[in-house]
């Protein structure tokens, strides 16, 4: 074996897949997602030319899917919505959005199949974030700046002084919103590899209890990462990262019975609303404690007096009367922003509303399809997780199928978090979240379907 290989087997050791015939699918789908967060072409082309080999190859399969038949439907009606949009050619352009992501759920649904699959994934994705941490706390407090570039577009990093807006950080990527959906992610997925590293301390320390060693190099790393996100998370300045991180400490400590970090998270959460939205005098009492970065946010008076049409409350009745007066087909895939620009005179690329732009741009019933479908693969996870048997013969097993279980949810919970997200902005037309997402969704569902529970549903 060349050295090459040795070093690349020692970065990302190989895991077996269940299919050997689809082993080196797998293998190449690891890098493709390592690389994704610092080069979306290499990530990007490398899970397309996946998909698309992979789809020819499953395709008897693939079509044989009711949710991929749903998936269908739902391209060929946004394809409709292009033909007969207010401008078509940005309409097509929209599809490069959709349809190829469509396809890369169908096939990831094939390949992921075990807890150790989605396991390995968790990982990549959160090692992935420690460089894109580094650059963003680099750009905000040592200064750093600029337009990296290697081969063309292979690594192409715009890296603004101070973040973009200013004073938020967005790292390698194109505006702070966008990173901030990236750590939600990212920070949901290393607080379950935590709590996955705490659970098998807990249980050598019951296993051996002359073990004095409280905290073990794996345990130790996941702590930096954990912090580090959150301290990337909170630079952002996201309202919407803020709640969704906070909402998914609490999802995460119900899960686990743990009452300490329910307290802990509740209570710094309940000191930030009433710091920002206590009447007087106890807002005053409380805004002494908790830092002005915070409850300042929350009421928009760091940024104060802004237009109407830059408030998020008029794009969205601009994208409901959209879909009122085009209710089945709508107007086009990024059709809203000339329109919105030639009512309010003011270019907004998006109506900060995933729903709310699917339904103006592609009609009410392509966007009810897709939800429910998005919907039924949330509802078959959890039903999976609560259905769950473990079979357990010893202690060791009953804490796999813990681990298992954990990490399970720990999928489910990121990618809700990035549903919720998309309720109050769209940072889908950045490749790389919007392959994370449907990634996401996609191991949920590759569990579903290839669950031994699930074998004679198989066609659903």
């Not at 946004?78 to 599809?95: K, R």
């Not at 460089?131 to 570039?149: A, D, E, K, T, Y």
Request: charged residues 10%; proline residues 6%; positive net charge.
């Amino acid at each position: 074996m060349n050295p090459l290989r040795r070093s690349l087997k020692r970065v990302l050791p190989p895991q077996a897949h269940p299919d050997p015939q689809l082993q080196f699918w797998w293998d190449w789908t690891q890098w493709a997602i390592l690389l994704l967060p610092l080069s979306s072409f290499l990530g990007g082309v490398s899970v397309l030319l996946i998909v698309l080999v992979m789809g020819w190859q499953l395709f008897p399969v693939l079509r044989q899917r009711r949710i991929n038949q749903g998936l269908a439907i739902v391209s060929l009606l946004m394809l409709f919505s292009a033909t007969f949009a207010q401008i078509p050619a940005a309409a097509f352009l929209g599809l490069f959005n959709f349809l190829p992501f469509f396809l890369a759920f169908a096939v990831l649904s094939e390949l992921l199949r075990t807890p150790d699959q989605l396991r390995r994934l968790t990982w990549i994705l959160v090692a992935g974030s420690v460089p894109v941490v580094i650059i963003g706390l680099g750009q905000q407090w040592l200064g750093w700046h600029g337009h990296v570039q290697l081969l063309g577009i292979v690594v192409d990093w715009l890296i603004r002084a101070g973040g973009n807006p200013p004073g938020r950080m967005s790292s390698v990527f194109f505006y702070a919103n966008v990173l901030a959906n990236y750590l939600v992610v990212t920070f949901i997925l290393a607080l379950g590899l935590w709590i996955e590293a705490v659970n098998q301390r807990s249980f050598i320390l019951k296993s051996f209890p002359n073990q004095r060693q409280w905290l073990t190099p794996k345990l130790l790393l996941l702590t930096g990462i954990v912090m580090s996100n959150a301290i990337a998370l909170i630079l952002t300045n996201s309202r919407n990262g803020w709640a969704i991180a906070a909402i998914a400490c609490l999802a995460l400590a119900l899960y686990q019975g743990w009452r300490w970090l329910l307290v802990g998270v509740g209570a710094a959460t309940s000191a930030v609303l009433m710091a920002a939205f206590a009447p007087s005098p106890i807002r005053e009492g409380w805004r002494t404690i908790v830092p002005a970065f915070f409850w300042a946010r929350l009421t928009d008076e760091l940024y104060p007096n802004r237009p109407e049409r830059m408030l998020r409350s008029t794009q969205w009745k601009f994208a409901w009367s959209m879909a009122e007066q085009r209710p089945w087909l709508g107007w086009g895939l990024r059709n809203f922003t000339p329109l919105y620009k030639a009512q309010v005179h003011s270019t907004m690329g998006h109506p900060h509303n995933l729903t709310l732009m699917l339904m103006a741009e592609t009609g009410i019933p392509a966007t009810i399809v897709l939800v429910s479908i998005v919907g039924w693969v949330v509802a078959q996870g959890s039903r999976y997780l609560l259905n769950w048997h473990s079979g357990a013969a010893s202690a060791t097993d009953a804490l796999q199928t813990t681990c298992d279980r954990l990490i399970c949810f720990t999928f489910l919970v990121a990618f809700m978090g990035c549903g919720l997200f998309s309720l109050f902005d769209v940072t889908l037309f950045d490749a790389r979240i919007n392959l994370i997402g449907w990634l996401l969704l996609a191991g949920i569902c590759g569990m579903v379907y290839h669950s031994p529970e699930m074998k004679p549903k198989r066609s659903t």
